[in-house]
């Protein structure tokens, strides 16, 4: 009977076993279905960017420097209500577009020891300028109140002397600076009496004063620089964008002055506005109606004896204007630093509608633009000067002006897409997979594991030996390692124009279980 018991419970002992063994293994499959947790991301589309820029959107104010010596002899006519109101209009015409310094001083000096001497200084920027130049500033509406010049009689009247003596004399203070554009105003009622000083007020004859006033005017060229053809030694040069000499006084017969009529100012003021400028600088041109007298045009030059006051600086205010017509762009800036840009899909349009051709990679070209990348602090201008530097991505305009340099006013449209990414790794963010539960899905399609075109596992790896030419998707920031799946052949993707691109992993985390 004990046999027989035995054998009987052998077989249950074995169903038994089996049904608990099967029952763990069902439980096993449940768990890890269970814990398949979806991993779902989406790629941004790729960008396209379109920048208007406008040449007038200067990226630097142009310095402009304007001395304004006002005539204070007993028959001055210019100190007055009208004049005090065309004064305050040049401050606000200058106020918005430029960096500007706008010294106001006697034309006649009453005290030799001290260049400033009842001088005032209106500037945008009052810490642009040190030392005994910051007692005199005075601000837009003190300015024309602060035009009280001690009178003085007589005939000595060394204008052109003057104006050169404040400029060298004011440098050091930041009143006049380097690479601006220097603006001498003379306001008188009569004419530059320097020969006549010189010679103990006896006779100047023709040829004598105008040997002495050729001195003159060369050591302002040689102030102003980018002259050639003389002899510069001494005078060290202001680099300045534009120099001009603007004369208001009597040009014809209702003021005699010296018993005659304004001559010397006059041709100072020619013969600055015609030199020519070794660096490129074009001469003026915007005096398009100069005073004219036996045929010979003296541009720059204003009569007072028909002069509305309420004017009187509208030459200046046309002076200044051209310091911003005349900037001529080579390099255009196209986006930051750090910006993604594809330039193969650069498109530059002017403002007129002409598309710009692109040059890249010729060697000579004769128009169109080319593309340069990155710069750092690199030149815009090719004239006046190579001023408003720009740290970024940018173009180089081939050409000339307006063909295909861009020059004031004219505009650049640029559109460019970004850099594509191709996507080559997928991180794991729920940490090392079961392997036989990974399914991958790029844009709605199944992605087989195949080391061809397809994907396979990585493991745990060091993010930097991953391939540095491949986006990852889902890479935290900062990571330094982690579990990778690896895209291969034609399962590799990039971002697209117009669309997301989704990415789906499912997977069960060893972790999990």
């Known amino acids: 009977m004990k046999m027989k018991s035995n054998s009987l419970r052998s077989p249950l002992v074995i169903i038994s076993s089996l049904l608990v063994t099967f029952t763990l293994l069902s439980c096993s499959k449940e768990e ?24 007038q959107s200067t990226l630097v104010s142009p310095k402009v420097d304007v001395l304004l010596l006002w005539d204070n002899s007993s028959s001055a006519l210019f100190i007055n209500p009208s004049t005090k109101n065309s004064f305050n209009q040049l401050i606000t015409s200058v106020s918005e577009k430029f960096d500007y310094h706008i010294l106001s001083a006697p034309l006649i000096s009453t005290n030799s020891s001290n260049s400033l001497f009842e001088a005032s200084l209106v500037a945008k920027d009052s810490t642009s300028v040190n030392g005994n130049a910051t007692s005199i500033i ?22 052109i002397d003057r104006a050169t003596s404040i400029i060298e004399a004011n440098r050091n203070n930041g009143i006049f600076r380097s690479d601006a554009y220097t603006i001498i105003v003379v306001m008188s009622n009569g004419d530059d009496t320097s020969c006549e000083m010189s010679t103990g007020f006896g006779t100047c004859a023709t040829l004598d004063w105008t040997g002495r006033l050729q001195t003159k005017i060369d050591k302002l060229l040689c102030l102003r620089g980018n002259i050639g053809g003389l002899n510069c030694s001494g005078t060290t040069s ?41 660096n490129g600088w074009p001469t003026s041109n915007d005096n398009l109606n100069p005073f004219s007298s036996g045929g010979v045009n003296y541009p720059d030059s204003y009569d007072i004896c028909s002069i509305d006051f ?28 750090n910006t993604s840009i594809d330039p193969s899909t650069l498109r530059v349009i002017r403002d007129d509608g002409k ?18 990348g990155n ?17 970024g991505l940018m173009i180089r305009l081939f050409g000339s002006s307006n063909n295909d340099l861009i020059v ?25 997979p079961y392997v036989p539960t990974i399914e991958v899905k790029i844009n709605g399609v199944i992605i087989p594991q195949n080391a061809t075109n397809g994907w396979d596992y990585m493991g745990l790896q060091f993010t930097n030996t ?48």
């Not at 890890?32 to 040449?55: D, E, G, M, R, V």
């Not at 509208?314 to 630093?337: C, F, M, R």
């Not at 992993?505 to 279980?513: D, E, P, W």
């Open 32 to 55: 890890f279905a269970a814990n398949k947790a979806p991993q779902n991301s989406s790629i941004n589309p790729l960008t396209t960017t379109t920048n208007l820029l406008c040449s």
């Open 138 to 159: 005075r601000s837009k509406d003190q300015a024309a109140s602060a035009l009280g010049f001690t009178q003085v009689t007589g005939s000595a009247e060394p204008g």
């Open 238 to 278: 202001l680099n300045s964008n534009m120099m001009r000499f603007i004369n208001i006084a009597p040009l014809t017969s209702c003021s005699s002055g010296l018993g005659k009529i304004n001559t010397r100012y006059r041709k100072v003021a020619k013969a600055i506005y015609e030199a020519s400028y070794t």
């Open 310 to 337: 309420n004017h009187i600086f509208d030459g200046v205010n046309s002076a200044i204007k051209q310091t911003l017509i005349k900037h001529v762009y080579e390099y255009w800036p196209v986006a930051g630093t």
């Open 355 to 372: 598309i710009l051709v692109n040059r890249t990679g010729e060697s000579t070209p004769g128009d169109g633009y080319a593309y340069v």
């Open 375 to 391: 710069q750092t602090n690199h030149y815009t201008r090719s004239l006046p000067t190579q001023g408003e530097n720009y740290t």
């Open 408 to 432: 004031y006013p004219r505009c650049l449209t640029i559109t460019y897409d970004a850099q594509k990414l191709q996507y080559g790794y997928i991180y794991l963010k729920n940490g090392e």
């Open 466 to 513: 991953l391939d540095s030419n491949l986006k990852t998707v889902d890479l935290p920031n900062g990571a330094s390692s982690g579990y990778f799946i690896r895209l291969n052949g034609s399962a590799k993707f990039n971002n697209t124009a117009g669309a997301s691109v989704p990415v789906e992993i499912y997977y069960t985390s060893k972790a999990a279980n």
